[in-house]
């Protein structure tokens, strides 16, 4: 089984990744951190306690990451995500409290003790990571892999060249592809294939159980906010971009994804392009390969995946 920190800012699509991961049998999430990003982290925060006592989960440790970006003033996508970061349903109030520990020190204990390696999930900012892996180096040799959503080989979300996550803590994110670990990049030229159609979430909202009726209408909130993403031959597409439960399904069946291994590194001090993602596809640098960027998924099987994880709760 696979032991898991995951660190995310919910986020519609951040729920859904937390909801994926949480009903898997191989992956064991030990640790929740709160990453500042499509809102603050005061109500980030508020929404992972709300969403995990919604479906029960009380037990597994949810710890408070950054304030804010690494050197920048934070930026939020409420433009996307609403005016709590989960606008669309109601998840009831929070039962349990976050951590005494800040999100740091919570992971720095974990990775201390631990005999297996851990595995990072990272569908926010990375800010919490790069503090982790500057403060401590020597914890990366007991982190497997982070498997994280972000960036893009092909254009932006947030600015023409850049995705939201990276853009936001560029110099995080540097930190992090540059820190040695192996990387698993969900990136937009992945996620925006990830997407859900009107049926999709029809189908998702048939499922009828309690954890269906408050997913559903997050899915239509998020799908009609979402602007439209260029998607080559498809055209544009209007509507759900499950970006972040992308890098988690990567961990429960790579087999549903193409990848390939290469450098990418990041722009943080560009005139047009700070916060891009620049993947070197064709290894023109000679550069490290620091990260296994995906390109290509199965939608299909990804959707399955998705409602029968729906399907495991209440
Ligand atoms: C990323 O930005 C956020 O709005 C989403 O939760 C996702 O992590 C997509 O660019
Ligand atoms: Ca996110």
């Known amino acids: 089984k696979r032991q898991v920190i995951f660190d995310c800012d919910p986020g519609h699509d951040d729920a859904i990744a937390l909801?994926?991961?949480l009903s898997n049998e191989n992956l064991d999430v030990k640790l929740i951190t709160t990453s500042a990003g499509n809102q603050t982290q005061e109500k980030v925060l508020l929404n992972t306690k709300k969403l995990l006592s919604f479906i029960g989960v009380i037990d597994i440790e949810v710890a408070r990451g950054a304030e804010k970006p690494l050197i920048r003033e934070l930026i939020i996508a409420d433009n996307i995500h609403g005016e709590t970061g989960l606008d669309g349903s109601d998840l009831g109030t929070p039962l349990f409290e976050e951590s005494k520990r800040s999100a740091l020190e919570a992971m720095r204990e974990l990775l201390s003790?631990?005999?297996d390696k851990l595995t990072i999930i990272a569908t926010g900012p990375l800010t919490n990571i790069a503090i982790l892996l500057l403060a401590y180096p020597e914890l990366k040799e007991k982190i497997d892999c982070i498997s994280l959503m972000g960036g893009a080989a092909l254009g932006g979300n947030w600015t023409?060249?850049?995705?939201?996550?990276?853009y936001v803590d560029p110099e995080a994110a540097n930190i992090v592809f540059e820190s040695g670990v192996p990387i698993i990049m969900s990136g937009l030229d992945v996620t925006t294939q990830a997407r859900l159609y009107k049926e999709d979430?029809?189908?998702?909202?048939n499922i009828g159980n309690k954890t269906?009726?408050?997913i559903a209408p997050l899915l239509d909130f998020f799908s009609e906010n979402s602007p439209p993403y260029y998607m080559s031959k498809d055209g544009y597409f209007k509507g759900a971009h499950m970006h972040d439960p992308c890098a988690v399904a990567y961990l429960i069946d790579p087999t549903i994804f193409n990848?390939?291994?290469c450098n990418v590194s990041v722009e943080t001090s560009g005139k047009l392009t700070t916060g891009t993602t620049v993947v070197d596809v064709n290894q023109r640098t000679g550069k490290?390969?620091?990260?296994?960027?995906?390109?290509?998924?199965?939608?299909e099987r990804f959707v399955n995946m998705l409602v029968s994880a729906i399907g495991y709760y209440k």
């Open 212 to 214: 269906s009726n408050i």
């Open 201 to 205: 979430i029809e189908r998702i909202r």
């Open 288 to 299: 490290v390969k620091n990260t296994e960027v995906l390109f290509e998924i199965d939608r």
């Open 19 to 21: 909801l994926l991961a």
């Open 113 to 115: 003790v631990t005999e």
């Open 259 to 261: 990848g390939i291994t």
């Open 160 to 166: 023409p060249a850049a995705e939201f996550n990276i």
